[in-house]
């Protein structure tokens, strides 16, 4: 059975950092990342990686901002998020896909058919 679970969500002032995890059990995929979602809000692709190659791909509103890494041995996909801002507040879910291209477009949330249960981030200001 497939389980992506994620951790490290909290609530930080405005500037400050976190750090998310995500363990994704029983198998690997083609491409993981991180989407967000806003109460009333649609979903959004935050950042991706390419497990194989490593390359990476993020959303204007995060980049410079915001770091995804992997850890190949622990089948462990990280999200780094510093200069946290309000506007960041959302539910964070790791996601995977095993498509190989991205038909939709790289950014779009529907790419990644497993999704992980997701965890609260809060920015106050």
């Known amino acids: 059975q497939v389980q992506l679970v994620e951790s490290g969500g909290g609530l930080v002032h405005t500037g400050g950092s976190l750090r998310l995890s995500c363990v994704a059990s029983?198998?690997?995929?083609?491409?993981m990342g991180w989407l967000r979602q806003a109460p009333g809000e649609e979903w959004q692709f935050v950042a991706g990686i390419w497990w194989r190659a490593g390359q990476t791909l993020y959303a204007d509103s995060v980049k410079g901002r915001f770091t995804i890494s992997k850890d190949n041995a622990k089948n462990t996909v990280y999200l780094q998020m510093s200069t946290l801002k309000p506007e960041d507040t959302a539910v964070y879910y790791c996601?995977?896909?095993?498509?190989?291209?991205?038909?939709?477009?790289?950014?779009?949330?529907?790419?990644?058919?497993?999704r992980g249960q997701g965890t609260q981030v809060t920015v106050s200001s």
């Open positions: 029983g198998r690997t995929f083609v491409r």
């Open positions: 996601a995977a896909t095993d498509k190989p291209y991205c038909s939709n477009g790289c950014y779009d949330p529907s790419e990644f058919g497993f």
